[in-house]
Structures are given as structure tokens and as C-alpha cells.
């Protein structure tokens, strides 16, 4: 166990048993509590047995040697560990770093058998590239061949279409692949899932969908983008999950050991193991994260003095631009070259980065010319004019590592001129076994989502310097994580509410300009000493929409945290992100309330999420999630589809007072007004949740009263929510990295 997840334990401990009490909020059930009842009942209700198709995580743990050195939990490995990637065998997966792993089709463990590092993360198990020679793997389509999605309140969905692929219900998947449901069992009898055939490189890389088709047939070797999240949930795995939540009765199979080589066509029996492929993401650029580079960290000259008394004096309202920047002609005119430069590529990556559409809507007025495009020194990207000086002798390094992971090391600065804090993240280095291309790429497509996004609830990116072989991102500091907080545990209702909807805001935002996030974690939220929250970490961003276009481009690869994970993620080679964002912001607001995750990860294999999947009026999770709402009733043409309309045909619990199965039994444990809107947005089906314009007509989040940010002649000020104030921590524990590190030299 990892000494940061012992302390949050002890801290658990010593909290006592209670969450949140406040007046409205009903006392969060524990899932320890959750899973002993539902278990006691699950014998004396009509579910009935499960058909698991993987083996246990449990067994897992056990068969799998995790090395001397400090161990997590259980709990902890499973959240962290159990990716479910691509079914099935014989797939390349690529992870976010583009490395490309191949599951066996066994369960195993490529992340379950790989040695655990020192803060738990697995290492990766990534293996050259080798071609999909699943010939025997059944193709799965994407979720969108098999609901339409063109659904009735699609004017509501950013007027985009579906994908091309339209297919009726009755075409679906479900009936093609997994036959009829019967209607008189309630239970989740299984989850027919095969090998999905990832085809395609990440649409983040690619400007038109006919250059991603040309990528795809280019690249089919390369299959696939899966890519696991260096889940700082982490600490919340053990804090959260319950030691006595049980994993299913037939998880006890043996785990056979991983091979990152070798293929193994899958089987297209429902009883499939679901292959662990490995934890790609994040242990290998956490590793890399702390090489010694002798580059960022070593330019700058240690700042002796505090970090935290400039912060307090740094965190008023940022510029706003209204514009946002032509990503396209940016990398054209600079970072391209500069890059090209840097990392010794010929050709510009311009060719290869999305362009959300707002982007080529806006007008530029918030930049001047200098300040991207043409560059002084070593700046890519500056919102200042102040470029000419190299960024060494424009910023000092002050204070201790924010954080690292999959992406990079994040790192507290001062800036010389006014003493200003800001973070800096440093993008990793290429791995050897990446090519230059790739890796450009992924950094690319990072750095100009940050420069393109300009919102009071996204991270502001000041300016990306290229500095001594390494890039620079300089963002507005947040003081606080939003996972330390809530760790804090003594954020109020109203408080939770205010983070809640800045969150909501913040995914508006990024959805009505085709992106969406696909990270979206509590771990991925900052705060700042205003109490305004900050989307962060668009590594795993995704355009869904490009400009004049009504297509969607859907989505691949299993990307983001496991216990965040929408169930569609899980089973679709490609799928919408935009309910798959909805999703993580529901079970982010469930962690803030009930202060642990709902289950580890959105599979039949966690029996909280086969319990909430179960007691349905339909027994396939598969059926469950391909569902559609109902078409708009003849007589009822003129009344615009509502949400209850399309509860109809949601997921909707056999028996709704039964609290121990279904969506209640998530939605019974938290605040009484919250539970229509937070049951909409964890449907299992993507086309029936809602979408965050619908949230946000929600009548209890119009009336949440969240701090904001409003223009006040040329600056911004501040409005606080009346109903609240924000829970601030000390500075050595509002962020992970110093809560590790508390952790450790307490443990010493
Ligand atoms: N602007 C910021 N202000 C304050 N802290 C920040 C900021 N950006 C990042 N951090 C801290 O650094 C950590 C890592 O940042 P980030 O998530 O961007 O890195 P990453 O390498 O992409 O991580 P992940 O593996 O989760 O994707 C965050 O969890 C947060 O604690």
C-alpha cells in the first residue's frame, strides 16, 4: 500500500463514518454499507446469477506479483490496474502515448502482472508495434451503429448528426450479435462483448474526416487509442472503495499472464475473458517524468523564498479573450517550424491537428500578431509581448512539484517581472520506442487545445516556450487541487454544488465548441483561491466536431479513469464523447458527496456496478446501453420532447423503491433535488443521458449559486456564490504532489 493511500485511509478513519450531514443532504450511505445490504438482498430478490465474462480481479491480486517494494491496496490496483481496453484478443491497442500494446484475449496482465512502482503505478507493458491479425475477432461497429443518433432532442445536441451510421435499433448490434432479451428477467444476465476492431488513428490528429479515413486505412496496423489516465484517483481508490465491496461470484478464474507479443484471435463467446492490458499511460511517463533531463528543472535557479504568500496576491481574474486562436494558422507560421526544429522533423504538424470549429469563427483580437505565429527566442506561444528574454531568465522556479503525470511533471514558477505564480508543465520526453511524428503530435494537440480554450473554468495557458529540448506549457496557478479538498472533507453542500456547476460550465463550454475531454476526474480540477474551478489536462481531449460540419466524429479507444468510465467506453471500439464526459461529472459530483467512487469500474466484474446495472426491465447490459429513446409520439408532435418523455425509455428501475439495485441505488444516497438530473446523466445508455444543455435547464442547477467570474469594464471580478465559502487547505496539502510527500516523510 502506498503511503499516500495509507495516510488517506487514516485520514478516512479518523473522519469517521459520515460525509456530508449538512441540512438537505442525506447522509451518504458508505458502499461498504451499500454493498453488505445489496448483498444480503441480492439472495432474497429475483436477480439472478450474473454472467461474468471476466475472471476476478481478485485473483488477479493474487496471481500477481507486484515486487518488494510497497504495494497498494486491492482496491487501489483494481481502480488503478483494471483496464478493460480493448476486448477481446489479438488488438493492438495504443495507448496515449502512442505506444501499442497487444492483448492476448486472456485476462491478464499486462498491467495486473507488470511490477508496481513505487506510487502504484504499473509499469508498462508496451511492445512494438504488431499488426491486428485478429482475423477471428468479431467486428464490433461503433455504439452508433447501433443507436441512432439522430434521437429526439437532437436540436438540443449542437446540431450534429450522427456519423453516417444511422442504423435503426432494430439493426443494432444487439440484434445482429446478441440475439433477443428476454423480457421476464431482471437481472444483467451478460455482456456480450467481443473484440471491437479499433481501425483508426485519434480524429484529434486529423483535420478532415477523409484524411482520418486515408489515416485509418494508412495506419490500420496502428489500431486503436487506448490510453489509460494516470488516475490520481489513486488516492481516492482506497479511501473510497469499500473493503467489503464484492467483486462478482465468478470472478475467481485464474489470470493468465499478459504477453505484450503474440496474437491470440478472440473468441466471440459471451464468456470471453476481458483481457488488462497494460497500464500504458501513465506508469511509463511517470517514470519518465522523473528522468533526470537536465533540462527544465535545472533551469531554474531554486527561488528561496515562499511560494504561497505571491500566490494569494496572483489569483485575481485573468484576461479573457474572446477570441480564440487559429490553431491552424499558428502551427503554420511558428511552433511548426519551431517545432520541426526542435525535434528534427521536416514538414509541419500542422497537417495533423484538429480545429475545433470556434476556432476558425473567431476573430483573433485578443492576440497580437506577435503573440503566436511569429516567435521571439525560445517562445512558441505567448499571450504577453514580453517574449524576448529566454524563458530561464524570465522565470524563476519557486516552491515544489505540483504534480506529474502521464503527460509531464508539473512545476510551480514565479515570474521575474511581477513576482507573478504560475504552473508550468513540462511535456515528457519521447519515449525511444516513439516515433518523432507521433510524439509531436500528442504534444501538439495537448498545447493547442490550451491555447485555443479561453474560458473562466478552463486552465488559461500564458504562453509554451521551447526550452532546452523540453515543452514548456505556463499556465494560471490554481491554488488548490479539487481532490485535496474534497479530502479535506469539510466542504459543505452548497459548496459542492458551486464546484459541481463551475464544472457543468466548464464541459458547456468545451462541448458547444466541439471538444470534448474525456479525462474529466476530480483529480483534473483545480481551484483557485476564488473558489473558481479549472478544467485542466487536455491530453486525452478529443474533437467530436469540426467546423460547418453536422458529423460527428466519434471517439475510440478506452480513455480516462477507470472508476469515471462510462459503461459505453468500455464495450464500443468507437462511441460519442459527449455523454461520456456527462458521466464523469455525475460520478464526480457522487465522490464529492458520498466522498468515495459508486464502483471501480463501469463492468459487470464490479458487482456495485452490476447491482446498479441490474433490477432493470431488461437483463443485457449491452441492450441496456445501446437503447434509444423513444421517437416522438404522433399525437404528441408539437410538445418538444422533455426529459421525462425520455425517461420512457431510459433505464429505468423494475421496482423503483427497491434502493439496493438500479440507478437508485446510486441516486438514493444523494441530495433529494439532485437525483433527477445526476439519474440522467448516469444512463446507461449514451443517446437516452442527458447533454449538458439539458443539465444546465436543469431547475436545481439553475438555481445552484456558483461563484463566477463577470467582465467589470476592462477587468473581471468576482462574484461569490451567497450561500457559501470555499474550504481552503494548507498549501503543503493542496496538491497530491505534497500530500505524497507528507505521506512519505511521514512514513519515514
Ligand atoms: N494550472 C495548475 N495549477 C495548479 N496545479 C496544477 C495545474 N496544472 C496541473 N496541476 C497539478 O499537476 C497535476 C498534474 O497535472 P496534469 O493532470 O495536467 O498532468 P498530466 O501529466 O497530464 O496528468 P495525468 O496523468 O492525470 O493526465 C494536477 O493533478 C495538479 O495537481
Not at 483494471?82 to 491497442?93: D, E, M, N, R
Not at 500564458?462 to 526550452?467: A, L, M, Q
Request: include cysteine; glycine fraction near 8%.
Amino acid at each position: 500500500m502506498s503511503s499516500l493511500t495509507r495516510l488517506l485511509q487514516e485520514k478516512r478513519k479518523n473522519e469517521g463514518s459520515d460525509g456530508l450531514s449538512k441540512k438537505g443532504t442525506p447522509t451518504p450511505l458508505r458502499l461498504a454499507e451499500i454493498d453488505r445490504d445489496s448483498t444480503a438482498q441480492n439472495s432474497q430478490t429475483s436477480i439472478t446469477t450474473v454472467t461474468q465474462i471476466d475472471s476476478g480481479e481478485e485473483s488477479s491480486e493474487a496471481g500477481t506479483s507486484f515486487g518488494a517494494g510497497p504495494h497498494f491496496s486491492s482496491s487501489f490496483l483494481n481502480v488503478n490496474s483494471a483496464h478493460t481496453a480493448a476486448y477481446g484478443s489479438s488488438i493492438p491497442v495504443r495507448d496515449r502515448n502512442g505506444s501499442i500494446h497487444i492483448d492476448t484475449g486472456n485476462l491478464s496482465g499486462a498491467s495486473y502482472g507488470s511490477p508496481i512502482g513505487q506510487n502504484g503505478r504499473s509499469v508498462r507493458s508496451s511492445g512494438p508495434v504488431t499488426p491486428n491479425t485478429g482475423g477471428g475477432a468479431r467486428q464490433i461497429p461503433s455504439l452508433s451503429s447501433s443507436i441512432p443518433y439522430s434521437v429526439p432532442n437532437s436540436n438540443k445536441d449542437n446540431g450534429l448528426g450522427s456519423s453516417g451510421s444511422n442504423s435503426s435499433f432494430s439493426s443494432s448490434w444487439l440484434e445482429t450479435y446478441g440475439g433477443g432479451i428476454p423480457s421476464n428477467v431482471s437481472a444483467i444476465d451478460s455482456n456480450v462483448i467481443s473484440s471491437p476492431k479499433v481501425d483508426s488513428v485519434e480524429p484529434r490528429f486529423v483535420i478532415s474526416k477523409q484524411k482520418l479515413q486515408k489515416s485509418s486505412l494508412d495506419n490500420s496496423s496502428q489500431a486503436g487509442g487506448l490510453s489509460r489516465s494516470n488516475s490520481l484517483s489513486s488516492q481516492f481508490g482506497n479511501l473510497f472503495f469499500s473493503k467489503n465491496s464484492k467483486e462478482s461470484p465468478s470472478m475467481n478464474g485464474s489470470i493468465t499472464p499478459t504477453t505484450t507479443s503474440g496474437v491470440k484471435p478472440s473468441s466471440s463467446s459471451s464468456a470471453t475473458a476481458i483481457p488488462k492490458p497494460g497500464r500504458a499511460r501513465q506508469s511509463s511517463l511517470y517514470i519518465s517524468s522523473r528522468q533526470p533531463s537536465g533540462s527544465f528543472s535545472d533551469t531554474f535557479a531554486e527561488s528561496p523564498s515562499s511560494t504561497h504568500e505571491s500566490v494569494l496576491t496572483q489569483s485575481g481574474p485573468k484576461s479573457r479573450h474572446s477570441s480564440v486562436v487559429n490553431i491552424k494558422s499558428f502551427f503554420k507560421k511558428g511552433s511548426g517550424a519551431n517545432l520541426s526544429g526542435a525535434n528534427g522533423l521536416t514538414g509541419s504538424p500542422s497537417t495533423n491537428v484538429a480545429v475545433p470549429y470556434a476556432s476558425q469563427t473567431s476573430n483573433n483580437s485578443g492576440f497580437t500578431p506577435g503573440s503566436y505565429g511569429s516567435f521571439n527566442g525560445d517562445t512558441i506561444y505567448s499571450h504577453t509581448n514580453d517574449t524576448s528574454l529566454p524563458f530561464s531568465k524570465r522565470y524563476v522556479r519557486t516552491g515544489d512539484d505540483l504534480g506529474a503525470g502521464a503527460g509531464g511533471s508539473v512545476k510551480l514558477v514565479k515570474r521575474i517581472v511581477d513576482n507573478k505564480v504560475f504552473a508550468v508543465k513540462e511535456f515528457r520526453a519521447k519515449f525511444d520506442h516513439e516515433n518523432k511524428r507521433e510524439y509531436v503530435k500528442k504534444i501538439t494537440s495537448e498545447y493547442c487545445i490550451g491555447t485555443t480554450l479561453r474560458h473562466q473554468n478552463i486552465i488559461e495557458t500564458i504562453e509554451i516556450v521551447y526550452d532546452n529540448n523540453r515543452i514548456l506549457q505556463v499556465m494560471e496557478y490554481c491554488e488548490y487541487d479539487l481532490f485535496a479538498i474534497v479530502m479535506s472533507n469539510k466542504m459543505s453542500y452548497e459548496e459542492i454544488c458551486c464546484c459541481f456547476k463551475q464544472i457543468l460550465k466548464g464541459v458547456q463550454y468545451l462541448h458547444g465548441i466541439g471538444l470534448a475531454h474525456r479525462d474529466l476526474k476530480l483529480d483534473n480540477c483545480v481551484i483557485n483561491e476564488n473558489g473558481i474551478v479549472k478544467l485542466i489536462d487536455f491530453g486525452a481531449a478529443v474533437v467530436f466536431s469540426y467546423p460547418f460540419s453536422k458529423n460527428l466524429v466519434e471517439a475510440s479507444g478506452i480513455v480516462g479513469s477507470d472508476p469515471y468510465l462510462a459503461p459505453e467506453v468500455c464495450i464500443f471500439s468507437k462511441y460519442d464523447p459527449r455523454p461520456v464526459d456527462i458521466w464523469s461529472v455525475a460520478i464526480i459530483f457522487a465522490c464529492m458527496i458520498l466522498k468515495k467512487f459508486p464502483w471501480k469500474i463501469p463492468k459487470l466484474r464490479d458487482n456495485s456496478f452490476k447491482l446498479f446495472c441490474s433490477g432493470r426491465d431488461c437483463d443485457s447490459l449491452s441492450a441496456l446501453v445501446t437503447r434509444a429513446p423513444d421517437p416522438p409520439s404522433y399525437d404528441n408532435l408539437d410538445t418538444p420532447t422533455t426529459p421525462n418523455s425520455k425517461d420512457k425509455s431510459a433505464n429505468n428501475a423494475a421496482d423503483p423503491n427497491n434502493t439496493t439495485i438500479g440507478p437508485q441505488r446510486l441516486c438514493h444516497s444523494l441530495p433529494e433535488e439532485s437525483q433527477d438530473i445526476l439519474r440522467r446523466m448516469v444512463e446507461l445508455a449514451p443517446a437516452c443521458r442527458a447533454n449538458i444543455d439539458e443539465i444546465m435547464e436543469d431547475p436545481w442547477i439553475v438555481g445552484i449559486d456558483a461563484c463566477r467570474m463577470v467582465e467589470d469594464g476592462l477587468t473581471f471580478k468576482l462574484v461569490p456564490g451567497a450561500d457559501h465559502t470555499h474550504t481552503k487547505v494548507d498549501q503543503s496539502e493542496a496538491h497530491i504532489a505534497g500530500l505524497e510527500k507528507k505521506k512519505k516523510k511521514q512514513n519515514k
